[in-house]
């Protein structure tokens, strides 16, 4: 794995230091030491045994106002209590939340920082974006440690399709899995519209997850969604056994990448799918795997087109030999 050094601006981005700028540093500097902050990507490996303390093995723990919201451990623990008095939906608890990291910013002289074990463990982040979907504003934040990490299109367009599409797919009372959930956006958006959610997805995207999941569903939702580790796989059976676990919908938005995982994916997806299960898709068409891909599932599943805008696509299929119906 290559390692790379970025340097943070006080603008708030990160970036290589230029040819000009290093030039600069050889021949004594400009005069703007402390202008930039040094971060080393991928980050140190988090010490599972100093959870307590967020203690990062490999270098010392950066005080966080030095950080200027940029790199951080994670936000201030008085979001989790603000969070607490959000009930009638009122969007106040976005407000409160929004501004708790620039409050925490002021906390000067700490080098370590105590966070609830649901917030991410992952040193680096890019920042947060805020979205509307079922009257709520949702906060959601992007991180530096996999392509799970960041928002990618198809989980806005299935947000909006669900939202949008209510009587077509009816979420209220309905037990939803989310597969390859990312940053947790759909399995938020399902929540809020009544589903009992279990949003899944690997084990090193579940911090960043399941610290948006809970930001932004509770005193929202009745049922806080679950979020637990889901790796595809041809032998599913053995660790979620299909007389156990039963989902009303299925539902996925790029998953479909390059990656040597596709076969399993559609494995996976045909594990969950039993009579009287949905599997919505939502995917946008980049390269010759997703065209063969879709073509598998076709074939796997019914299918039929619920959208269609360009490359962006959402299917709804239910698998061979079950009765498709009204749900």
Not at 102 to 125: F, H, K, L, M, N
Not at 208 to 225: E, F, H, I, K, S
Request: proline content about 4%; glycine content about 8%; aromatic content about 10%.
């Amino acid at each position: 794995m290559n390692t790379y050094t970025y340097f943070v601006e006080e603008i708030n981005y990160m970036r290589p230091k230029t040819k000009e700028e290093e030039e600069e540093e050889e021949e004594g500097g400009d005069g703007d030491e402390g202008k930039y902050l040094q971060v080393t990507w991928p980050p140190p490996l988090f010490n599972k045994a100093d959870e307590e303390d967020y203690r990062f093995v490999g270098q010392e723990t950066i005080p966080k106002e030095t950080l200027d919201g940029n790199v951080t451990l994670g936000d201030d623990e008085e979001e989790k209590d603000e969070c607490d008095g959000e009930k009638e939906g009122d969007g106040a608890c976005d407000s409160n939340c929004s501004s708790s990291t620039a409050g925490a910013e002021d906390v000067t002289g700490q080098t370590q920082t105590r966070a609830p074990v649901w917030y991410p463990s992952v040193i680096c982040s890019l920042g947060k974006d805020i979205y509307n979907y079922v009257g709520h504003d949702i906060v959601i934040y992007e991180a530096l440690d996999s392509f799970g990490a960041v928002m990618w299109p198809a989980a806005l367009a299935l947000c909006s399709f669900l939202e949008n599409n209510r009587e077509m797919v009816n979420l209220q009372g309905k037990e939803v899995l989310e597969l390859g959930s990312g940053t947790g956006l759909v399995a938020i958006v399902a929540s809020l519209l009544g589903a009992s959610v279990t949003a899944t997805d690997l084990p090193e995207v579940l911090s960043n997850l399941r610290a948006n999941v809970m930001r932004n569903t509770r005193g929202r939702c009745r049922q806080l969604p679950q979020v637990t580790t889901l790796s595809w796989s041809f032998e599913m059976e053995r660790t979620f056994p299909a007389s156990v676990y039963r989902y009303d919908y299925v539902l996925a938005a790029d998953v479909v990448y390059h990656h040597d995982f596709l076969k399993e994916l559609l494995a996976t997806m045909k594990h969950f799918c039993q009579p009287g299960t949905t599997v919505i898709w939502a995917n946008r068409v980049r390269m010759e795997s997703d065209l063969t891909f879709t073509e598998n599932f076709k074939k796997t599943f019914h299918t039929s087109l619920l959208f269609e805008d360009g490359d962006m696509k959402i299917f709804m299929a239910t698998y061979r030999g079950t009765e498709t119906g009204e749900r």
